[in-house]
């Protein structure tokens, strides 16, 4: 099982974002410090203002800010809206196999699942952001 890049680059514009402070970046400054073509980033910026994730202001001055509090915010919350709800097996998608009330495997698929979640749903936002401007990840590019 693999993320898709759209996780992996959503991950980094919010943590971009988080560093910002509350001020709006345009998107050519986040394509630049994030390494995402303008183009995928749009798509992106996108499914995260759906997702209530970032806030985009419209307008000269305009441009996208975190829409919710960066220590709140999960790895977990940031993956799923980009990618849906996780799952690692049909087994516990709405519609479960046969085997469902007996089979083992089961078992094995859903604490691996709540394994990966709980994972995810550890890791803040604002630490991977303080952690990315501990290493100057962005800061050639931090310029709104």
């Given at each position: 099982m693999q993320f898709t890049r759209a996780s992996d680059y959503a991950v980094r514009v919010v943590s971009y974002l988080a560093n910002a402070n509350g001020s709006i970046s345009r998107s050519?400054?986040?394509?630049?410090?994030t390494q995402i073509?303008?183009?995928f980033l749009a798509k992106?910026?996108?499914?995260?203002?759906r997702a209530g994730i970032v806030h985009s202001h419209r307008g000269a001055r305009g441009g996208f800010s975190l829409a919710v509090d960066a220590k709140n915010l999960t790895l977990l919350e940031v993956v799923e809206a980009m990618e849906g709800p996780l799952r690692l097996n049909l087994c516990?998608?709405?519609?479960?196999?046969?085997f469902i009330d007996k089979c083992p495997i089961e078992k094995a698929w859903s604490q691996a699942e709540e394994s990966l979640r709980d994972s995810l749903r550890a890791h803040k936002v604002l630490d991977l952001a303080s952690q990315c401007n501990e290493v100057h990840l962005f800061s050639k590019q931090m310029a709104s």
């Amino acid at each position: 099982m693999q993320f898709t890049r759209a996780s992996d680059y959503a991950v980094r514009v919010v943590s971009y974002l988080a560093n910002a402070n509350g001020s709006i970046s345009r998107s050519q400054a986040i394509a630049g410090a994030t390494q995402i073509p303008e183009s995928f980033l749009a798509k992106i910026l996108g499914q995260l203002s759906r997702a209530g994730i970032v806030h985009s202001h419209r307008g000269a001055r305009g441009g996208f800010s975190l829409a919710v509090d960066a220590k709140n915010l999960t790895l977990l919350e940031v993956v799923e809206a980009m990618e849906g709800p996780l799952r690692l097996n049909l087994c516990a998608s709405p519609e479960p196999c046969a085997f469902i009330d007996k089979c083992p495997i089961e078992k094995a698929w859903s604490q691996a699942e709540e394994s990966l979640r709980d994972s995810l749903r550890a890791h803040k936002v604002l630490d991977l952001a303080s952690q990315c401007n501990e290493v100057h990840l962005f800061s050639k590019q931090m310029a709104s």
